[in-house]
């Protein structure tokens, strides 16, 4: 299990509790530090079976100043992917990815329904 995460963020420090508290194993890491790939993105997505917007960081401020709210409806699934590959703050954290299964921020009962399943 991958757990793409902001350690200054309560959100993702929440949801990395919440896996040691029940006993998951994964890696680490830093979304600003490395942030995903267009590649990563392209293919989480794909799997998530998700709208795109749920990869998008709509409460931080880079996206705020981008004014993406009004840009995203204009943009193809491409350009957004692209735009994701940018900048590991524009991304929805925490991110966890599993073989089967990703999920975009951190909502205990749906953590709880996808990830224990």
């Given amino acids: 299990m991958l757990f793409v995460q902001y350690p200054k963020c309560t959100t993702c420090k929440k949801a990395e509790k919440w896996l040691k508290d029940n006993g998951f194993s994964y890696e680490s890491?830093?979304?600003?530090?490395?942030?995903?790939?267009?590649?990563?993105?392209?293919?989480?997505y794909k799997q998530s079976g998700m709208d795109i917007k749920k990869?998008?960081?709509?409460?931080?401020?880079?996206?705020?100043?981008?004014?993406?709210?009004?840009?995203?409806?204009?943009?193809?699934?491409e350009e957004k992917l692209k735009l994701l590959a940018t900048d590991g703050m524009l991304v929805k954290r925490p991110l966890v990815v599993t073989e089967d299964k990703v999920l975009t921020g951190f909502k205990e009962s749906e953590w709880e329904e996808k990830l224990k399943s």
Avoid: C, Q, V
Avoid at 29 to 44: G, M, V
Avoid at 55 to 77: A, C, I, R, V, W
């Fill in 29 to 44: 890491r830093h979304i600003k530090e490395a942030n995903p790939t267009y590649e990563e993105l392209k293919k989480w």
């Fill in 55 to 77: 990869f998008f960081n709509t409460s931080g401020n880079l996206y705020k100043e981008m004014k993406l709210k009004d840009k995203l409806p204009e943009m193809s699934e």
